[in-house]
């Protein structure tokens, strides 16, 4: 029989080693030979503050991986191939990494491709549906491991204490939000404000949180989030007035269009903190946020001209990945940013 050539996306999950030893032992069920190919596509290019730490993890993944190959593979005929895919680029979402993962199987006439249940390439949330519906489209053959998933369990059950500081910080997060929108000192915002913050928290606290509260980053980051708060304030006051004088202008020179946005800042809790925060500023309003691609309506040309100058989205940035990683270039400057059906600025 001649050689099988597998595909294996990986990432850090409890359930990875499982995936590898899975993909090693069909392949030489099925074949004399096995090429296995083992892949680390990152979210973010190399030259993104965050993006040698994430290409030294890859390798330190695919370095494992390989040990893993060859001690699943005893004495067995098999070739391993690793390969860090995506470092010339910023990879948006499942599309994007589907892509990728196209190519490569292009190149290197790959048969199948072996997916980790907890498949998560730098998100904060399992991609795993949306990838296996990418790979149908693309026509690539693929199979999940039949793995046991511990990690799952866990990140929904978790001990109590955990499960206590998602709630506490997602209604935190919540009420705060609402209080900026309604009046702190009315007794009614105050009262309806924790009933809609408590409903938030039940809900989404264990979607939104998928990592432990208790990380040392933690304390750091909530210091750097009490740093944004005034200057988003700043910013809500600055949009209103430049609202305001457009309205009280007789001619009230709008000029209302969709704008798409490239993000780069991660999925989940840094996503939602930069949408909730353009949607907070008058003139813009996130309409929808498809992985990093935002859709936002801008009102006036200086709330696109802002939204196009990324100066939330490097706040945001500031938030989760410190000072460093804020100093990037604006979705005008990287050519993230357009108005839909028109040119790209």
């Known amino acids: 029989m001649a050689a099988e050539r597998i595909l294996v996306p990986l990432s ?22 096995l090429e296995c190919h083992l892949v680390v596509a990152l979210p973010s ?18 370095s494992r991986a390989e040990s893993w190959v060859r001690e699943d593979a005893d004495s067995s005929s098999v070739t391993v191939e690793t390969a860090v895919l995506g470092d010339e680029e910023y990879l948006f979402g499942p599309r994007d990494f589907v892509g990728t993962f196209d190519e490569y199987a292009d190149d290197h006439d790959i048969d199948r491709v072996v997916l980790d249940p907890e498949y998560e390439p730098g998100a904060t949330a399992g991609m795993l549906q949306p990838i296996e519906r990418e790979l149908d489209a693309a026509g690539l053959p693929y199979e999940e491991a039949p793995v046991e998933r511990p990690a799952r369990h866990e990140q929904l059950i978790g001990d109590g204490t955990q499960q206590f500081d ?20 009315y007794w009614f915002d105050l009262v309806t404000g924790a009933a809609v913050a408590g409903i938030v928290a039940v809900s989404l606290a264990n979607v939104t949180f998928t990592f432990p509260l208790g990380r040392v980053r933690s304390p750091v980051r909530t210091f750097r989030f009490a740093l944004y708060v005034p200057y988003l304030l700043f910013e809500i006051v600055k949009s209103n007035l430049a609202i305001s004088v457009v309205i009280l202008r007789p001619s009230m020179p709008i000029d209302p269009k969709l704008t798409r946005v490239n993000a780069h800042v991660r999925s989940g809790l840094p996503l939602l903190a930069l949408a909730n925060s353009i949607t907070l500023t008058p003139g813009t309003l996130v309409v929808r946020a498809d992985d990093q691609r935002l859709i936002v309506h801008a009102l006036i040309p200086d709330a696109r001209e802002g939204l196009f100058d990324g100066s939330l989205e490097r706040a945001v940035r500031f938030v989760f990945h410190g000072r460093e990683s804020a100093a990037i270039a604006s979705p005008r400057e990287r050519g993230d940013a357009e108005v839909i059906g028109g040119d790209e600025l």
């Open 12 to 33: 850090e999950t409890v359930t990875v080693r499982q995936t590898v030893g899975y993909a090693v032992r069909t392949g030489l069920e099925r074949a004399d030979k």
């Open 45 to 62: 290019d190399k030259e993104m503050p965050e993006g040698q730490t994430e290409i030294e993890a890859a390798r330190s993944l695919l």
């Open 166 to 185: 998602r709630l506490l910080a997602m209604f935190a997060i919540s009420y705060g939000f609402y209080l900026v929108l309604g009046d702190p000192t």
